[in-house]
C-alpha cells in the first residue's frame, strides 16, 4: 500500500505508519515558520516553552523540563534567558518554596502570538488551493486525532 494516497479501509497498522511519516512533517514546516518569524529572536526550545507555558499557566520548572525532553538544568537555562528578555515570570510556589512556578508576561504571551498568528497563516496558504470537501476531510481526520491522543494523555494522568 502506498503511504502517499489513502485508501479505504486501511488497517490501524497502516494508519500509524502515515500518521508517523506525515506529523513529523507537519511538525517541521511549523518549526521553520514560528523559527523564521522570529528570525534568531528566539530558538526552538524558547519557543516551544513559551507554548508549554502558556498551554499551562502556573507550570513548574520540571514539567518544562519533561515536555521539552531535557533536564532540570537545561530547561532551567532556557527560562533563565526568557526572564532575561522578560517573556516569562518565575517565582516560587507559595506553599512549596523548592518549586518554581512558570508564567508568561504580556510581551512573551504578545510574541508566542505573533509567531502562532504568522504560522497559521501560511498554513491557510498552503490550504488555499484545496476544496472545501479535502479541507472538510482533513478537519475531520485532525479531530478524530486529537480526541485519541487526548484520551491518551488523560489515562497517563
Known amino acids: 500500500m502506498s503511504l502517499d494516497k489513502p485508501s479505504q479501509g486501511a488497517t490501524s497498522d497502516e494508519c500509524a505508519a502515515r500518521v508517523m511519516d506525515t506529523v513529523p512533517l507537519v511538525m517541521r514546516f511549523i518549526r521553520s515558520q514560528m523559527r523564521a518569524h522570529n528570525a534568531g529572536f528566539l530558538s526552538i526550545p524558547q519557543l516551544r516553552s ?52 512558570l508564567n508568561l508576561t504580556d510581551d512573551g ?22 476544496s472545501s470537501e479535502e479541507i472538510s476531510h482533513i478537519e475531520q481526520g485532525l479531530a478524530l486525532l486529537k480526541n485519541v491522543f487526548e484520551q491518551t494523555e488523560l489515562k497517563s494522568l
Open 50 to 101: 513559551l507554548a508549554f507555558i502558556n498551554r499551562n499557566p502556573g507550570a513548574s520548572l520540571s514539567d518544562l523540563a519533561d515536555h521539552l525532553g531535557v533536564t532540570a538544568a537545561t530547561a532551567s537555562a532556557t527560562i533563565e534567558r526568557l526572564v532575561q528578555r522578560n517573556l516569562v515570570e518565575r517565582y516560587h510556589h507559595p506553599q512549596e518554596r523548592r518549586r518554581i512556578v
Open 109 to 130: 504571551k504578545y510574541h508566542l502570538q505573533q509567531s502562532l498568528n504568522h504560522t497559521r497563516s501560511h498554513i491557510a496558504d498552503l490550504l488555499k488551493g484545496m
